[in-house]
């Protein structure tokens, strides 16, 4: 199927394309505040248990049924961990050790990720040579970031930088379990499910790890974990579906490359953050990796070269 290009966006579809980016990049804001007070895990636990009865209540308005099928709570299960507990809880962790800004960037590396995973694992979604050199554009902007140190010696930051690393792939994962174990679902009960799913995940976890959550928190910290569960997930998933009904999978990706703007300028205002110019290079290569994966960009270049008449 051919895909849509990219200037065929329409403008209602293009404001939701960038609001979706602003609550998206905020997360790594909310979440840098709410870590002065909240360990990761935490953080992770209270974004997926408050988002619950949220979407719940939206489905419900929907006239959406929820499912009965144990085939699709253990299908849920899985996306809750793939999607939600493993990813949330490796980006938190890792903003402990590095800046919002650049957890940003590297979470951008998970639109090449995906199309590697999908074409290893997806019959109809082959590995072409230029998702291949996409990813392989997004690692080298990933190595540029983390500098040669990171061969060696040991900072706990490359750890952290791996770790979202780790979190990038498992969204790609995701991608691919959604697409085949739960594609006869509604969108917005998937997205009830996987919540369900990580939130009966991450409540013995956190439990273990981190002892029961204190509520004795502050306001600007309650406002985050508030942002974090309202804006960048219950509000987000009605945008990102929206968007995929109105716009189509491949605008939707664009989305990758507007959230670090957006996450970056957050924290350079409020929290006092810097980017260092080989964040700024390394994000340049990740986003030329995205253009080179996606294709379109190319596409357009190569047909509006003059032909030479003989």
Do not use: C
Request: glycine residues 8%; positive net charge.
């Amino acid at each position: 199927m051919a895909q849509t290009p990219m200037i065929s966006i329409d403008l209602k579809a293009a404001i939701m394309l960038l609001l979706l980016a602003a609550v998206w990049g905020g997360s790594f804001f909310f979440a840098e505040v709410a870590l002065s007070e909240v360990p990761p895990l935490t953080i992770t636990l209270h974004r997926v248990f408050w988002a619950v009865p949220l979407l719940a209540l939206i489905v419900g308005l929907k006239g959406l049924r929820f499912p009965t099928s144990l085939r699709v709570w253990g299908a849920f299960l899985v996306m809750g961990a793939l999607n939600n507990a493993i990813p949330f809880s490796l980006i938190f962790w890792g903003q402990t050790q590095i800046n919002s800004g650049l957890a940003s960037i590297l979470n951008a590396t998970t639109a090449m990720f995906a199309a590697v995973v999908a074409g290893v694992l997806l019959k109809d979604e082959p590995l072409t040579p230029k998702k291949i050199v996409g990813a392989a554009l997004g690692i080298a902007g990933v190595a540029f970031i983390m500098g040669p140190s990171a061969l060696t010696e040991f900072n706990p930051s490359n750890l952290a930088q791996l770790a979202i690393l780790g979190a990038t792939l498992s969204y790609a994962f995701a991608g691919v379990w959604g697409r085949t174990a739960l594609s006869d679902q509604p969108p917005l009960v998937n997205a009830f499910g996987m919540l369900v799913g990580s939130t009966i995940l991450m409540i013995p976890v956190v439990y273990v790890v981190d002892g029961p959550p204190s509520f004795a928190l502050s306001p600007s910290v309650w406002a985050a974990l508030l942002g974090l569960v309202v804006l960048s997930t219950v509000l987000a998933y009605i945008l990102y579906f929206a968007i995929l009904a109105r716009a189509g999978a491949a605008n939707l990706l664009l989305v990758t490359l507007l959230i670090p703007p957006f996450a970056i300028a957050l924290g350079v205002m409020f929290l006092g953050e810097r980017m260092e110019p080989e964040a700024w290079i390394g994000f340049g290569i990740i986003a030329l990796g995205f253009a080179v994966t996606d294709g379109r960009l190319f596409s357009r270049l190569l047909r509006r070269r003059p032909r030479h008449v003989k």
